[in-house]
T-cell receptor
Framework: ETGVTQSPTHLIKTRGQQVTLRCSSQ?????VSWYQQALGQGPQFIFQ???????GRGNFPPRFSGLQFPNYSSELNVNALELDDSALYLC????????????FGSGTRLTVV | GQQVMQIPQYQHVQEGEDFTTYCNSS?????IQWYKQRPGGHPVFLIQ?????EVKKQKRLTFQFGEAKKNSSLHITATQTTDVGTYFC????????????FGKGTKLSVKP
């Protein structure tokens, strides 16, 4: 059984650029959630995908968007990057909604300069 | 909106001392989950509590879910240096079938 894998592990972008982060969910999991974790803070919910449909969204602007593919892998896209977008982006997969525990990937550390 | 709060924010203990972190939700929860994040790492699922008043143990860790299902605690007996990290509680948004809302965590440091 493979865990959750995210790519890339680190990324440096310039303000105003666009970025795509990728996540492969754990085998058997059909739900992917994305979180943003600023330094010293708890993970902040961005959105969740269940069977390729967005299944909830946190308080993030529309320039944060995502996709889930038929194999349940997922992408997080961020347009018009701002300095405050610098954070660890975590992908978590689960079987169904929040009730069974999330398996997190190692995250992508995004730095916007 | 729904809030999940944790105290304390930081805890420094001597190895061998006990440690407790507390979690409070602004809404009644169907379940509460605990995660541990080691420095430089990612959150790792520890346990889920579902029943009112539930108590679960994992070796030196004891987890409790309050009677009103709005608060929870994690107690570590005789801390070890391997316990270092940040402990997060998380509950479903809307109390039942929502996405997980995380607290800000309690950062534990253990002095050998």
């Amino acid at each position: 059984e493979t865990g959750v894998t995210q790519s890339p592990t680190h990324l440096i972008k310039t303000r105003g650029q666009q970025v795509t982060l990728r996540c492969s969910s754990q085998s058997g999991h059909n739900t992917v959630s994305w979180y943003q974790q600023a330094l010293g803070q708890g993970p902040q919910f961005i959105f969740q995908y269940y069977r390729e449909e967005e299944n909830g969204r946190g308080n993030f602007p529309p320039r944060f968007s995502g996709l889930q593919f038929p194999n349940y892998s997922s992408e997080l896209n961020v347009n018009a990057l701002e300095l405050d977008d610098s954070a660890l982006y975590l992908c978590a997969s689960s079987l169904g909604w929040a009730g069974y525990g999330y398996t997190f990937g190692s995250g992508t550390r995004l730095t916007v300069v | 909106g729904q809030q999940v709060m944790q105290i304390p924010q930081y805890q420094h203990v001597q190895e061998g001392e006990d440690f407790t972190t507390y979690c409070n939700s602004s809404t009644t929860l169907s379940n509460i989950q605990w995660y541990k994040q080691r420095p430089g790492g990612h959150p790792v699922f520890l346990i889920q509590l579902v029943k009112s008043g539930e108590v679960k143990k994992q070796k030196r860790l004891t987890f409790q879910f309050g009677e009103a299902k709005k608060n929870s605690s994690l107690h570590i007996t005789a801390t070890q240096t391997t316990d270092v990290g940040t402990y997060f509680c998380a509950g479903p948004e809307g109390g039942s079938q929502g996405n997980l809302i995380f607290g800000k965590g309690t950062k534990l440091s253990v002095k050998p």
